[in-house]
């Protein structure tokens, strides 16, 4: 009987309910990073949810029973430590650098999961609605305003390099950089199979680079990716 009385006391009670709540909120935004094939999808981000809402209870558990101790101290230290998590999300991939947007989902389950530990429940569900529309609805809100586009084309030669000044020529009459080249044969110079990636604006006509591209003599083959 004292095991239940003590179970639905006041502060145990609160903690088991900021436990599952965390865990809830910040799996439902894991379960929108794992939806888009994401590094840290529901497991990565519910466990970050409910490790900050217990952390945060054991600043508070503390405090309780130690009027000198600082309830702020050991959440402080988890914010700064949550960095080494979101940096192995984080990937460069030659020009481009990604994983940022999972490394902040990660903060932000956690500052959600802080949130929950603290009671602050308001802020915590409104804090994680407005995270989940962010993730799954600003591309299509915002992509309309992105006058560029990314491009990969998969090209077969017989000689590559003699073949890439021709092929940046033409890419250099549209105004079109290179962002990155990945030779998929071993021979640098007679190569078969090449992987070229790069942005261009949506005024151009992309099917009139990739016949000009097509035209040259040592083009076998063009794929666009």
Known sequence: M???NSLFDQFWFEAIIRLFLGFILAGIIGAERESVNKPAGFKTHSLIGISSVLIMLCGEFLSANNPNADASRIPA???SGIGFIGAGTILRDGFN???LTTAASLLAVT????????????GG???TVI???ILSYSYSMFGSLDHFT???????VEDFADTLPSIQKILDKYDINIKKIKNNSKDEKHSKDVQLIFRYHKDININSVLTEISALDNVIDIEEG
């Open 2 to 4: 004292s095991f239940l």
């Open 77 to 79: 230290q988890l914010l």
């Open 97 to 99: 650098v990604k994983g």
């Open 111 to 122: 500052c959600i999961g802080l949130s929950i530990g603290a009671g602050f429940y308001l």
């Open 125 to 127: 569900i409104i804090s």
């Open 131 to 133: 995270v989940y529309i």
């Open 150 to 156: 990314n491009v990969e084309l998969n090209l077969t």
